[in-house]
């Protein structure tokens, strides 16, 4: 294997690392709505915390994965990235933003003790989850698709040829898949009754992403796959089986094993049937990129290769210990009183409340 088949493949690992550890924070921010559902209430309020306190240690660290990810692609295949990042430009501004509101939203909900405040940041770190969960599945599909690339290497097409039938399930794949990974991630790291819930949640949405995947899975094998990535077809199938019987046993560790197991298949599947290109072309007089065509000089890439060689076991020792760190489950019980700033016009009314106290013990 010579250094651009490697960092093909480290670039595919960084990709799944993201996808493992950020797919269960979209789960979490798209769940949190639904399993903390009812009127404003303190009991409500409390349940969505315990909800996100689940991901509170660790989900800004899980999106450092994406930005190594793309470092590694500008540095290793800057064609690939330049040709990417050119012609699906407004996919990946809208992830951009959806990635920069929902962090907003999970470092501000809890700054002002009020329901439609929080109700607001609620919103966005919803739709912050839902956008890229749906939106990397569309563009991975499109990349293992194809793209009309002229001879220039420019991207040709518009985003509506990015919403086709193909690109749209995968969409829907990556959407089901991160939102059941984080209801089984939520069976592992509460307890109680949103323990149940969380589980629950896994019961019914395992079968519909069973069937979901199993679709896109042997759509993409045939239209693009290698006689070896069946293997990953198979994997990917088991594990997704291994989930749906896992959470109908209450088993949410080997549930998310499953799950886990699914994620790591599928992006086998996409990068192994898109090798040796790294963006194919649709246009019979268009060039296609390949490892070979797109990448950097050698030079650069054993600079590359040194560099990850000792810094990626520090930020693998890192994570580690942060998850071992904040490995306790989250009950409703342990989430205490908001301590948020009192919203403005609260203390208007409290500050005239006050007044009138007073003017009546002058009278």
Do not use: C
């Amino acid at each position: 294997m010579g250094l651009q088949e490697l960092w093909f493949v480290l670039i595919a690992v960084l990709f799944l690392g993201y996808f493992l550890l950020e797919g269960f924070d979209f789960g979490v921010g798209i769940l949190m709505r639904v399993l903390g559902r009812g009127p404003d209430t303190p009991e409500r309020d409390r349940r969505r915390r315990a909800v996100l306190n689940t991901i509170g240690p660790v989900w800004d660290g899980n999106e450092v994965w994406l930005l190594v990810a793309g470092g590694a692609m500008f540095a290793a295949f800057p064609e690939w990235y330049a040709t990417l990042f050119s012609g699906f430009y407004l996919p990946l501004f809208l992830i951009l933003l959806a990635l920069i509101f929902r962090a907003v939203a999970i470092e501000f909900r809890g700054k002002v003790d009020d329901a439609v405040w929080r109700r607001r940041w609620d919103h966005a770190i919803f739709w912050g989850s839902v956008v890229p969960a749906l939106l990397w599945g569309v563009a991975f599909a499109n990349i293992v698709r194809g793209v009309a690339i002229d001879a220039d290497k420019q991207v040709t097409g518009t985003l509506f040829d990015l919403l086709n039938p193909y690109g749209l399930l995968g969409g829907l794949v990556t959407l089901g898949v991160f939102t059941l990974h984080g209801a089984v991630f939520l069976g592992l790291k509460t307890a109680g009754d949103l323990r149940a819930e969380a589980v629950q949640s896994a019961r019914f949405l395992a079968p519909v992403v069973l069937v979901l995947g199993g679709i896109f899975a042997v759509w993409t094998q045939l239209a693009h796959g290698h006689a070896w990535t069946w293997a990953a077809v198979a994997v990917a199938a088991a594990a997704l089986v291994v989930v749906v019987a896992a959470v109908a046993a209450d088993r949410e560790g080997w549930a998310f094993a499953g799950t886990s197991l699914a994620i790591t298949a599928v992006v086998v599947l996409l990068f192994g049937s898109l090798f040796p290109d790294v963006m194919p072309t649709t246009l019979a007089d268009g060039v296609s990129l390949t490892v070979e065509n797109a990448s950097s000089s050698h030079y650069t890439l054993v600079v590359m290769t040194w560099a990850a060689a000792f810094l990626t076991p520090v930020v693998l020792v890192y994570q580690g210990w942060t998850y071992w760190v904040f490995r306790a489950r989250i009950s409703e019980d342990q989430i205490p009183p908001s301590i948020g700033l009192r919203p403005a016009r609260a203390a208007r009314t409290a500050g005239s409340a006050r007044g009138g106290e007073a003017d009546a013990t002058e009278d």
